[in-house]
């Protein structure tokens, strides 16, 4: 069954090839949809398409294969195209002619458009709670080791003094403004494109304003066209959004695999969250984080995936655009399993206080050194010089006493400054006022 299908019969092998992969990935849009039509079904009455009968009928079905789908009793059949097919043929069905009346002022494109949209949201809301606690345990483990130092590198050379308080906060603040673009996805996602129809608009007298209230989007896409351009566009801002989330995973995930090497030996983590060798029995592999790593990198090419999937289309509706959840949704699961596994990494993280008792470290205090003589009344310069005559001649001493007092150092790691900025960036995104809409829709 197809919404747009009338007498003709597809060749069964098109069929196959244009249907694809959507009857499963649909099933991730299964409750949007119903709460689409929830909304949808409630503005035609107001605008006199639907009598009140009609209406209560409808929502009643509506809610009850919304709980279904709640559940997990719900399915697409097999010869059924699609989630939005699903629904209105469930509804017709059940309640008779009334169902079929649903998809009056409304196009397939706007409503696989809302879908996802209502979609998106959800997913964005999970993925901006994981990055909360990721974030908070950043914090909580910079504040712990604050006074621990480690070595600093640049080039990959001994450098500098860092701690780990530095280390843990750097990727704290990070996920501040990975969280940054996110709000800015969610801002371009949290628009209502429904009555847009087929991407331009409707005889009807729509009421557009009704489903983005009963919704709970911002405002609305407001320029019927545009909303269908917003396919594809919607999608790359997400990726990119997720890319960043993904970008500090995946150094940090490197950082990681580094610093728990023999050569090392900062960090360390119990052996049940590492794997063994088949042939070395000293071996303590750091699969999670190569995979963290990994799936992460994978996740940074979504956006340019999804740009070279839309680039050259011209405005309106293209099939192409179908193939993009194929890409994203399983984005989606993969960033969040990356999000809980760092999670249980950092819960376990075993730090090594006594790294820079190693005298392979004491050119780590050089600069300390030169700083002191600067201190005194020397000239930099001077004092850089001398301090490397001394290296090379073999009679320089490190000064392992660190002094580091301005805002985001060693001894000043801003950790509460951090936090502030976080928690106003997680508190725009006001989850709980769109819940509530939501909530009242099904009830």
Not at 283 to 302: G, H, Y
Not at 303 to 330: C, S, V, W
Not at 350 to 363: C, H, S
Request: net charge negative; proline share 3%.
């Amino acid at each position: 069954m197809k919404l747009w299908q009338k007498n003709t019969t597809v060749d069964q092998a098109v069929d196959a090839f244009t249907v694809g992969q959507d009857r499963a990935l649909d099933m991730n849009l299964a409750p949007f949809d119903v709460l689409g039509s929830l909304a949808h079904t409630q503005m035609l009455q107001q605008i006199g398409l639907l009598t009140s009968t009609e209406l209560a009928s409808i929502q009643k079905e509506l809610k009850a294969i919304y709980q279904e789908i709640v559940e997990g009793k719900f399915q697409i059949e097999d010869d059924v195209e699609d989630i939005h097919s699903q629904v209105e043929l469930l509804l017709t069905r059940r309640i008779g002619e009334a169902g079929k009346k649903i998809h009056a002022g409304r196009s397939r494109n706007d409503q696989v458009l809302v879908d996802l949209k209502l979609y998106f949201r959800h997913e964005l809301e999970s993925l901006v709670q994981q990055v909360k606690v990721v974030f908070d345990t950043f914090q909580q483990l910079s504040n712990q080791h604050k006074a621990v130092i480690m070595p600093g590198y640049t080039h990959l050379q001994v450098a500098m003094p860092s701690s780990f308080g530095l280390w843990f906060g750097a990727y704290a603040e990070s996920l501040v403004d990975d969280l940054e673009l996110m709000l800015a996805a969610w801002k371009v996602v949290n628009k209502n494109p429904l009555g847009s129809a087929a991407g331009y608009g409707s005889s009807f007298p729509l009421d557009r304003q009704l489903t983005t209230d009963l919704l709970g989007f911002q405002s609305m896409n407001y320029n019927v066209v545009y909303a269908q351009m917003g396919r594809g566009k919607s999608e790359r801002i997400v990726a990119q959004a997720m890319s960043a989330i993904a970008a500090t995973l995946s150094k940090w995930a490197m950082d990681c695999c580094l610093y728990m090497s023999q050569n090392y030996n900062f960090i360390a983590f119990p052996a049940h969250l590492t794997t063994g060798s088949s042939i070395m029995p000293h071996k303590k592999n750091p699969d999670v984080l190569e995979l963290i790593r990994s799936r992460c990198n994978k996740i940074q090419a979504l956006p340019n995936e999804i740009a070279l999937m839309i680039t050259n289309l011209p405005a309106g509706y293209h099939r192409d655009l179908q193939l993009l959840k194929e890409n994203l949704f399983p984005a989606f699961t993969s960033l969040k399993e990356c999000l809980a596994m760092t999670q249980l990494m950092l819960n376990h993280i075993q730090v090594n206080p006594e790294i820079v008792a190693d005298t392979k470290y004491d050119y780590l205090f050089s600069v300390e050194v030169v700083n002191a003589l600067v201190l005194e009344g020397i000239p930099f310069r001077e004092a850089y010089k001398q301090i490397g005559l001394a290296i090379e001649e073999g009679s320089y001493q490190p000064e392992r006493n660190v002094v580091h007092t301005h805002q985001g150092s060693i001894g000043n790691l801003m950790n509460d400054e951090i936090k502030k900025e976080f928690d106003t960036v997680f508190q725009a995104f006001d989850f709980e006022q769109i819940q509530k809409k939501l909530v009242r829709l099904v009830l």
